[in-house]
């Protein structure tokens, strides 16, 4: 299998790596143009979405992973990711961008300061057990378009999980609470995919 | 201080959660709203609220105390970055008015005043993460054990001079190291000597890491200098005074973002650190009598 990219820029990378690592599928780190090359699918991780989304154009990514996004390479959000594959936010800064993507519209800091994040099992379609996720002043999906699915949801009904095609994004991290579930899911995705 | 409405919330999973997203990335200290805004927009990935930056406190000198919170609560309406504030050492009714603010994170901070020479705060009483400060792996390791969620090496504040952060991540990463070499019998004296509890020093040994996220902090002043502390090993830098204390802060703190993210790419860091004007004007810590360290606060 051709390595999955996770992009290395700010947030928490690591995690994915090792999550990746712990499942055997290889990797390689983004945080180059030439480094997306070659690669099966993308991770975007969490961190502060403003950042990843100002360092990625800094460092000339956001052109290329927009563009490769359009041609239907796997890419798989959390959190900040999330927030970078939606098409619209609520509540982003006023010069924030978007990878887009997802035809969706995402609130950041849907719960509130740090004080409101919360752990939670969440029921996943597609998985078989609850995945146990941590939600870190996690935005919330608020619209979804016509082709876009719903992958998991909190109790009280709040999309936390979307798919669209090869795009994945969720609210929250399984990456941090050893989870690794939604990873072979993606990897799943990027070898049927085999783009 | 305010009930956790269920047991899902404040969690310590829930509290390093936090800090293992801020990795990577550069926290600044703001005085004004308008700083604030200014630090988002340059690509901070937190902002630390406080009255005055640590060159002003060593320069003004006095007691140095928890920011007004009419300051705290406009520095969180202007940016949707996470904001932290400083609480003295030891004083847990600063850090129970923090929480109330709904800050994202307190820093019982040497910056500041100490209010007790002996305790520090006990952190599991609270629903807020704290970052706390360590100049070897026992203090960082102390701190863990009173419910720290975050470290960071405490440098020499104030300063722009990188020395003393240089010299702290060398002793806490260092000292990680060496007890990761030693064998099961030899960790009962290597707990005593670290004056840390037994079961984190195993599981320091066990690991070859720490158990929290380290930043690392006190006279960080250019790009060069962030990328120094990351190639050190350090999960991301605060930035004190160096931004708003230096010629052209919108374009150091851009510099700096840049520098802490491609930190192995002598390229870039030579880009990056073209025409950013004046550097904070700095103190030799060397310079610095022994009563006026304030890495020496906090024990």
């Not at chain 2, 200290?29 to 690509?43: L, P, R, S, Y």
């Not at chain 2, 307190?106 to 520090?120: G, K, N, Q, R, T």
């Not at chain 2, 090496?153 to 240089?166: C, I, N, P, Q, R």
């Amino acid at each position: 299998m051709k390595p999955i990219g996770v992009l290395c820029l700010q947030g928490d990378f690591r995690e994915h790596l090792l999550t990746f690592k712990a499942l055997g599928i290889p990797t390689v780190r983004v945080r180059k143009d030439e480094d997306l090359t070659g690669i099966s699918g993308l991770v975007i991780p969490g961190g502060e979405s403003t950042v990843i989304d100002k360092l990625s154009n800094i460092f000339g990514l956001r052109d290329s992973i927009i563009k490769l996004i359009s041609q239907g390479l796997p890419t798989f959000g959390t959190c900040a990711g999330l927030i970078l594959l939606a098409e619209k936010l609520v509540d982003g800064t006023q010069t924030q961008q978007t990878f887009g993507g997802l035809d969706v519209v995402v609130q950041r800091n849907a719960f509130g300061s740090q004080l409101d994040s919360f752990e939670e099992d969440v029921d996943f379609v597609g998985i078989d057990t609850p995945v146990h996720a941590a939600f870190i002043r996690a935005p919330i999906v608020t619209e979804i378009g016509n082709d876009v699915s719903v992958v998991a949801r909190l109790e009280d009904g709040r999309i936390v999980g979307v798919q669209q095609g090869n795009i994945l994004g969720i609210s929250f991290h399984p990456e941090v609470t050893g989870e690794t579930a939604v990873h072979r899911y993606f990897a799943d995705m990027c070898k049927k995919a085999n783009f | 201080m305010t009930e956790k409405s269920n047991d899902k919330q404040s969690t310590p999973l829930v509290k390093r959660g936090l800090a293992e997203m801020l990795k990577g990335g550069v926290i600044m200290d703001v005085v004004t709203a308008d700083q604030a805004k200014i630090a988002e927009d340059a690509g901070a990935v937190a902002v630390m609220a406080l009255e005055r930056v640590p060159a002003d406190i060593r320069a003004q000198g006095g007691v140095a105390r928890m920011s007004d919170p009419d300051l705290i609560d406009q520095i969180i309406s202007a940016v949707s970055i996470p904001v932290m504030a400083k609480a003295r050492i030891g004083h847990f009714v600063e850090a129970q008015i923090l929480q109330s603010l709904k800050v994202d994170y307190i820093d019982e901070s040497e910056v500041l005043s100490p209010a007790d020479y002996v305790h520090h705060i006990d952190k599991w009483k609270f629903d807020v993460p704290f970052v706390c400060g360590a100049t070897n792996l026992g203090e960082a390791l102390r701190r863990v054990t009173e419910g720290a969620a975050m470290l960071r090496s405490k440098g020499e504040a104030g300063t722009g001079d990188v020395s003393e952060a240089m010299k702290h991540i060398r002793t806490i990463l260092g000292e990680v190291r060496a007890l990761s070499s030693k064998s099961e019998d030899e960790l009962y004296v290597a707990a005593k000597e670290l004056q840390a509890p037994l079961e984190l020093v195993r599981e320091v040994a066990r690991t070859g890491k720490l158990p929290l996220v380290l930043f690392t902090a006190g006279g960080i002043a250019t790009p060069a200098d962030a990328a120094l502390m990351m190639q050190m090993g350090a999960d991301g830098v605060f930035v004190g005074s160096g931004i708003f204390k230096s010629g052209n802060p919108a374009a150091r703190a851009a510099a700096i973002v840049k520098a802490t993210t491609s930190f192995d790419d002598p390229d870039v860091l030579a880009n990056v650190s073209r025409g950013l004007g004046e550097a904070m004007v700095g103190i030799n810590v060397a310079d610095l009598p022994a009563p006026h360290r304030l890495a020496d606060r906090g024990w």
